[in-house]
């Protein structure tokens, strides 16, 4: 059984920093500006023997309006509720101060357990901070250098008393041989394992800035679990978000808008933008959410491409549509750009949605589960090959130097995305163009709309060759 720790503190004492040592990757966005983390995002770490949840949150600011300061500062609030203890982070170097008081003091009378931690206490300019930190109330700081690392055996120590208790190893009992219980199944018609059926499907929410994302993250899951309002650019953090639905889990993968490569000047949004790409390339299938006012511009069709590329399953939602006047109009608008922008991949699921009103999410979800099905679809060898003497019969390849170029076979030999490969005499001289076609109507035939399908050309080994 695992425990939660909360990380907590004003904005850049390092509270990121200490959250990727503890969960061993570089997850969440450091940098010297402060308030760069603006949600809570947990992730699983484990130091020293000890497995825990770790929680990063926001900088905590001394505001209870309705500002983005005062929503920041609720949402750690909603994360410290959660949380088995809290690491109130200080600085060392930078000594106590005044908001450090105000917020010892707040923590001291809430009901979760706080342990109070003296970041950035490597060398001698850290311990006048570390003597300080004793008249917070909080009992004795821990000193420790999330940066280098220093400090780390003393934070286990203090974590082991919130720590749950081992549980009891089970009696070993023997299988049964066979014949004594159930009657063993052949390799091949083996059903589904619980691991397999337990995996959730993961699912990154992209697009433009202000387009909706975060407010349909927090529709789908019914809860307030990441910032909303009218600022543009608000996520940063990648969150991540566990939820069923029906009987199947997904991993929500809320990113941060992407603008125009030329229009990110700021350090902090490049850095943003490159972690919702690292999520795009981790992801099973993409959710592309658009604003249905701004149908399909130019960068939401680069985005789309961009998933296309990385061999993603696309789900495009458009969003506000209880905002668009001539609908009809505008579903048009959607298929005209697709047809010309994408054709590639003809039959993009295409969803009208209201992420604010939450209008048709189960919908939405249908049309995930039925492109992640097609991503996932395995072709029978026997059916491709009857299908390619088909398309050989009716359209065969352009010579090349006077001679036929020859398709002897075809198998598909992975899936996500479904990918064929076939064996032909001369795999460098079958022109593109020829394998878009076959790309097509084996997309056709297969039903395979809106998923990448890939073709891998291998030439057959001569078993009469000399080696």
């Known amino acids: 059984m695992s425990f939660t720790v909360a990380l907590v503190g004003r904005p850049n004492v390092g509270k990121s920093t200490l959250f990727n040592r503890l969960a061993g990757k570089k997850l969440a966005l450091v940098d010297d500006t402060p308030g760069v983390t603006r949600d809570w995002r947990s992730a699983p770490a484990r130091v020293g023997g000890l497995s825990f949840t770790v929680v990063d949150t926001a900088g905590l600011e001394d505001v209870t309006d309705d500002s983005l300061e005062a929503r920041m500062r609720r949402q750690t609030e909603r994360a410290l509720e959660r ?98 219980g159930e009657e063993e199944l052949p390799v091949g018609d083996q059903p589904e394992t619980d691991e397999e059926r337990a995996r959730p499907i993961q699912i990154a929410i992209v697009g433009r800035p202000n387009v909706g994302k975060s407010t349909l993250l927090n529709a789908l899951i019914g809860e307030e679990r990441v910032l909303t309002g009218p600022e543009a650019g608000m996520t940063r953090d990648a969150i991540s978000v566990d939820w069923e639905w029906r009987g199947r889990k997904f991993r929500l993968v809320d990113t941060a808008g992407m603008r125009k490569r030329a229009r990110v000047d700021a350090k902090v949004e490049k850095l943003a933008v490159a972690d919702a790409l690292r999520v795009v390339r981790m992801a099973q299938v993409v959710l592309l959410v658009v604003d249905a006012n701004q149908i399909l511009d130019k960068q939401d069709l680069t985005i789309a491409r961009m998933v296309v590329e990385e061999g993603r399953a696309l789900v495009i939602a458009l969003n506000k549509w209880d905002a668009v006047d001539d609908r009809a109009m505008a579903l048009r608008q959607v298929e005209d750009k697709l047809q010309a922008a994408l054709a590639q991949i003809k039959g993009v699921e295409v969803v009208t949605i209201s992420a604010l009103q939450g209008r048709k999410l189960d919908t939405l979800l249908d049309s995930i589960l039925s492109t992640y099905g097609q991503w996932n679809r395995r072709i029978p060898t026997a059916q491709l090959n009857r299908w390619i003497e088909g398309v050989l019969d009716h359209h065969p390849p352009p010579l090349v130097e006077g001679r036929r170029i020859k398709i002897r076979y075809a198998t598909q030999v992975k899936t996500r995305p479904p990918t064929v490969a076939l064996f032909v005499n001369k795999p460098l001289d079958l022109p593109e163009s020829y394998q878009r076609y076959l790309i097509a109507h084996l997309r056709e035939t297969f039903e395979l709309p809106g998923v990448p399908v890939r073709l891998l050309l291998r030439k057959q080994k001569n078993p009469f060759a000399d080696d």
């Open 83 to 180: 949380a088995d203890v809290a690491l109130f982070i200080v600085d060392a170097r930078a000594g106590i101060t005044p908001l450090d008081r105000h917020f010892a003091a707040l923590l001291r009378k809430g009901k979760t357990p706080v342990v109070l931690v003296a970041n950035k206490a490597e060398g001698k300019a850290g311990m006048p901070g570390l003597y300080e930190a004793f008249e917070l109330g909080l009992g004795e700081p821990i000193p420790l250098s999330a940066e280098h690392g220093e400090g780390m055996a003393d934070l286990v120590q203090a974590l082991l008393p919130y720590a749950p208790p081992e549980p009891e190893e089970a009696e070993f009992t023997p299988a049964p041989a066979k014949g004594e």
